[in-house]
């Protein structure tokens, strides 16, 4: 039960991390909170509950986002992907739940790979809604580098921060599950 709370508390922060980047980087439109709440989530509560955490996080936050909500197969595409950082925040928790540098560069990792995941895989939806996958991931390409280079940096600081905090107050009792 303290699992599922836990889960509860952290997709309402995760979805809060979303909205804040409207409110913190208004103008700056491929920086974003929202994966790095998302992994630190997995980090905090294990692989499945961290997948449960992406999804039902950016399915809400898709679904209310201001600008409306998204294609159904971009949403397909944003809620696997939300689901597959999550996963790995879980999968990863050892290796992210460290004191000093090596946290840093784990987080630094977990960044540029989900991250490049991530865009893939919602780029791809996207040229399926429009017809042409080669002409939406050209035309994506700028963005997602801007995309991977600006979660580089919140990773690494969120890793210097969150890395040693994990290693003192790690998971769940059920962080495995």
């Not at 925040?89 to 739940?97: C, N, V």
């Not at 840093?104 to 790979?113: E, I, K």
Request: positive net charge.
């Amino acid at each position: 039960m303290r699992t599922v709370v836990r889960s509860a508390s952290l997709i309402a922060f995760t979805v809060a991390c979303g909205y804040a980047k409207m409110v913190l980087f208004p103008f700056l439109f491929f920086v974003e909170l929202f994966s790095a709440a998302t992994v630190l989530s997995g980090a905090l509560t294990g692989v499945v509950w961290g997948a449960w955490i992406g999804a039902v996080a950016r399915l809400v936050f898709s679904v209310a986002n201001p600008y409306g909500p998204p294609h159904p197969w971009v949403l397909a595409a944003q809620i696997l992907g939300g689901a597959m950082i999550g996963a790995v925040g879980g999968l990863l928790r050892g290796r992210l739940a460290r004191s000093g540098s090596g946290s840093a560069f784990a987080w630094l990792g977990v960044g540029l790979a989900g991250t490049l995941a991530y865009d893939l895989l919602t780029n791809v939806a996207q040229g399926l809604v429009f017809g042409s996958i080669p002409a939406t991931l050209a035309l994506g390409a700028i963005p997602a580098v801007q995309h991977v280079a600006s979660n580089a940096a919140i990773f690494f600081v969120v890793g210097r921060l969150a890395g040693p905090w994990l290693s003192r107050h790690g998971g769940s009792d059920d962080a495995a599950a």
